[in-house]
């Protein structure tokens, strides 16, 4: 399955004040919101910068656990202090919210899920994104984010990592298309997954980039959709990547062309 | 649009498996009873305690998909997906939080990777499905927006089948945001009457099975969009339902005098009662029979997409469209909901949900006369 991407954007958490940046430089209403919408509407607005958006483009944002601050400021107020839950902070736990606040920002008015998927959350909702294209004839915009939370352990706990391994926040965005036309890249994705000898079979291991979640190599900070970022850094960089996705045990391949050198 | 067939379905509510929960909409009887948050409120809970954990709500799913894949071979079960639409809280987290945040709770790190999306890989796992798992989370239009999906899916020949799971299990946290917004009735959810004064949540699960294979069910197509007035609510105009129900019409090729009746999204609440019932006067211009469910089993959120169609094919299977408890006064006198149970055999089916974060869905189902 091939998915072409028109434009995307991409942040890595290097100490930015997103907030900050947010009602300055982009003139966005921040109020009633919180970290994590904050990180996905900023990466809406660095896509928003590059490419033209169609209010019918169907929006799909994924995520490893999700907005994992939010349930521990509710969880916080109503078991720890016995608080009354805020109104806000309730809408914000509703994972649709988030993308509520990225459609607004990109003046999407159709199709917007949010969607998580335990294993290769980024290339289950290409699949999603794959067939829901071939049905409607639109182009999407797919959001991946992971948000790091305080204490980093909590999150480190669900990710199913060691301790010691890094975690970062980032938040990657590609538009998506079936048509070829206009594309800066390509990626190709399947729904197979394979034992570690068979992808030996399958790819180049020493040109392959791997996700730090495969145990053959470990060279980057973590965070669940790195897939994602991966992607976006091989279309900057102008080059092709096989980059290897990892779960327990079972790899899956995405390949990503850059259709700017052909 | 291509059409994808439903194969099989079970639902359970706070009236029972599925039998037992039609065998009660047919007596007029509703689930209701009643939780304590900070206060005591109206609420549809499980006959059986379903605890606020992942092992007891795990146990709820078993029990449901075990009951859907009995009639699948190894063949098919390796081709099946599992989507699950809900907007439960993620335990998984909690607990992390609650083992890493707070000092008197604080236990060794140890780390497993777990999301909402856990109960889906253990269902894949335990029954021999595809390794596609996918959890859905927008609110009151989860489930059936996971349905949608799911369509997409096996019309891509990505797979052969797939398991819709709706789950809704009681939650404080859930019920004190709704009672925090004032959204909650005092007593009684009244679907469309003057005198409503909002919802009831209930618990819920079930489980759709799609796929090609032959059957007199179908979901003909749908839409969903994100373009809600505000993110609580849309226009009282009702502009974003009719938006929703029209684009659900063509991309089903239909016209709305193709459709037999409508099951109404119906909450109770002041304004989405009102946007909905604008909306299909709007639509719908002189009448269309239309019922609402959630006065029999209350206002499932996540769950209310795969078992309120769950809910509606069993009724027509049984040869009746259910009426609408609890509306005594409708809004609109030429547009009130059934007042009576009225028989029914076949035909399409328009399903609405409208809900929170700018959600809309509205799925066409169809049944073929046998």
Not at chain 1, 91 to 113: C, D
Not at chain 2, 68 to 84: F, G
Not at chain 2, 87 to 110: M, R
Request: proline content about 2%; some cysteine; hydrophobic content about 40%.
């Amino acid at each position: 399955m091939t998915l072409y991407i028109k434009n995307y954007s991409s942040y890595i958490d290097d100490g930015l004040d997103i907030k900050k940046e947010l009602k300055q430089r982009y003139k966005i209403d921040t109020r009633r919101q919180d970290r994590f919408i904050h990180l996905a509407v900023y990466g809406a607005a660095l896509l928003k910068q590059k490419c033209e958006i169609s209010a019918n483009d169907e929006l799909y944002l994924t995520s490893g656990v999700g907005n994992i601050d939010i349930v521990q400021k509710t969880n916080t107020y109503m078991f720890e202090e016995s608080e009354a839950l805020k109104l806000f902070d309730f809408i914000n736990l509703l994972g649709n919210t988030t993308s509520y606040y990225v459609a607004k920002t990109l003046g999407i008015t159709g199709k917007n899920i949010f969607q998580i998927s335990d294993n290769f959350t980024y290339i289950n909702t290409l699949l999603s994104i794959y067939s829901s294209l071939r049905e409607s004839k639109k182009d999407a915009i797919i959001c991946t984010i992971d948000l790091i939370s305080n204490p980093e352990q909590s999150i480190k706990r669900v990710l199913g990592v060691d301790e010691e391994t890094k975690v970062v926040s980032s938040v990657n965005y590609q538009k998506l298309s079936l048509k070829k036309e206009g594309a800066i890249a390509s990626i190709e994705f399947d729904i197979q997954s394979y034992s570690l000898d068979k992808l030996k079979e399958k790819i180049d291991m020493q040109k392959a980039f791997f996700s730090p979640r495969c145990s053959i190599k470990k060279d980057t900070d973590f965070f669940e959709t790195i897939a994602s970022y991966e992607v976006n850094r091989a279309i900057k960089e102008r080059r092709d990547m096989v980059f290897v996705d990892c779960f327990e045990d079972r790899y899956k391949i995405i390949k990503s062309k850059n259709e700017k050198l052909y | 649009m291509a059409s994808v067939n439903i194969l099989d379905f079970e639902i359970l509510t706070s009236l029972g498996d599925a039998k037992q929960t039609i065998s009660s909409l047919l007596e007029s009887k509703s689930g209701i009873s009643s939780k304590e948050i900070e206060v005591r409120i109206p609420y549809y809970a499980f006959k059986d305690k379903v605890e606020q954990n992942q092992e007891s709500i795990y146990a709820l799913l078993q029990n449901i998909v075990a009951k859907i894949v009995r009639k699948l071979d190894k063949e098919d079960r390796k081709s099946t997906a599992v989507l699950i639409g809900t907007s439960q809280i993620d335990w998984n987290l909690v607990d992390a939080i609650n083992a890493s945040a707070y000092e008197y709770k604080k236990k060794p790190y140890g780390s497993q990777k777990l999301s909402i999306d856990s109960y889906a890989k253990s269902l894949s796992r335990e029954f021999g499905l595809n390794e596609f798992t996918m959890s859905i989370n927008t609110a009151c239009t989860s489930s059936a927006n996971a349905l949608l999906e799911a369509k997409n899916l096996i019309n891509a020949g990505v797979f052969q089948k797939a398991i819709v799971v709706g789950l809704e299990v009681f939650s404080p946290i859930m019920s004190s945001g709704f009672y925090s917004m004032d959204l909650i009735s005092k007593d009684l959810p009244k679907p469309f009457d003057l005198q409503r004064d909002g919802l009831v949540l209930g618990e819920a699960v079930g489980a759709i099975l799609l796929g090609k294979d032959e059957s007199l069910w179908s979901i003909e197509g749908g839409f969903s969009n994100c373009n809600s007035q505000t993110i609580t609510a849309v226009s009282s105009s009702g502009e974003e339902c009719v938006e929703v129900m029209q684009n659900a019409l063509t991309n089903s090729a239909l016209h709305v005098e193709d459709i037999t009746a409508l099951k109404a999204h119906g909450t109770g609440s002041l304004s989405n009662d009102l946007a909905e019932i604008n909306a299909i006067k709007k639509l719908f211009c002189k009448s269309i029979k239309f019922t609402a469910l959630k006065p029999y089993i209350g206002h499932t959120i996540g769950a209310s997409g795969v078992v309120e169609i769950a809910m509606l094919q069993e009724c027509i299977d049984q040869g009746f469209l259910p009426k609408t408890l609890f509306c005594e006064k409708p809004i609109l006198i030429d547009f009130a909901p059934l007042k009576e149970h009225e028989k029914c055999e076949s035909g399409v089916f328009m399903c609405n949900y409208f809900g929170f974060g700018g959600n809309n869905t509205s799925l066409i189902i169809k049944k073929s006369d046998a």
